[in-house]
């Protein structure tokens, strides 16, 4: 009883969201998972789960916005390491497999939220997405390589390539982390998705609005 009371706050909300997602890392679907066995993996009573979440939706909810510190903090590392136009691809493909390397339970509930039955769920992970396509298109007029592209041809192409790089993360998740020469031939495959795309939007001729 004394170690419940001298529980800093919050430290039950992480309990919570670190045992759903350890759950998910063992195999276990995300929506398939009920309060009981998420607060038993969390060593905390049931009745304790309402105090920080309406639902598994609401949990659902906010382990997205981790999801989403992720992904930033990824977007950070590609920023400050990804200097050279030339290596724009190669690089970033790179920094996003040591992330989900390093984030695995983290990205296998963004694999499986992507079709999930939770729409709450579906639709913030694909906000997130949104967010990541909105960003690298900033940073690729920042970088002037697209200057060709109209606003709405540049926002597909950014499109196009952060549903590519989701539908990668489906094969990397199925690797064993120890496993570097798959690894590395998804690293290669995603690699040149890219190339081909922005090889395809090099030779795109957006045309004028009205």
Request: hydrophobic fraction near 45%; charge should be neutral; aromatic fraction near 8%.
């Amino acid at each position: 009883m004394a170690d419940k009371q001298r529980r800093k706050p919050g430290e039950t909300r992480d309990k919570l969201m670190a045992a759903a997602l350890s759950l998910v890392g063992k195999g276990r679907h995300f929506a398939s998972l009920g309060i009981r066995e998420v607060t038993r993996e969390a060593g905390i009573v049931p009745t304790s789960f309402y105090r920080h979440f309406r639902n598994m939706d609401d949990l659902g909810l906010q382990l997205v916005d981790e999801l989403g510190l992720v992904l930033r903090k990824m977007m950070r590392e590609a920023r400050a390491n990804v200097l050279h136009a030339d290596k724009l691809m190669a690089e970033s493909v790179a920094i996003f497999i040591s992330h989900v390397e390093a984030n695995r339970s983290c990205f296998f509930f963004m694999a499986q939220g992507l079709a999930g039955e939770s729409r709450a769920v579906q639709e913030g992970i694909r906000s997130e997405m949104r967010f990541f396509a909105s960003e690298l298109a900033n940073d690729l007029r920042r970088m002037r390589l697209v200057d060709h592209l109209n606003d709405r041809d540049l926002d597909m192409t950014c499109d196009l390539v952060v549903r590519s790089v989701a539908f990668s993360l489906t094969d990397l998740l199925g690797i064993s982390p120890d496993d570097e020469y798959q690894i590395n031939q998804v690293k290669t495959r995603t690699t040149r998705f890219l190339q081909l795309i922005f090889v395809g939007a090099a030779h795109w001729k957006s045309v004028t609005e009205s």
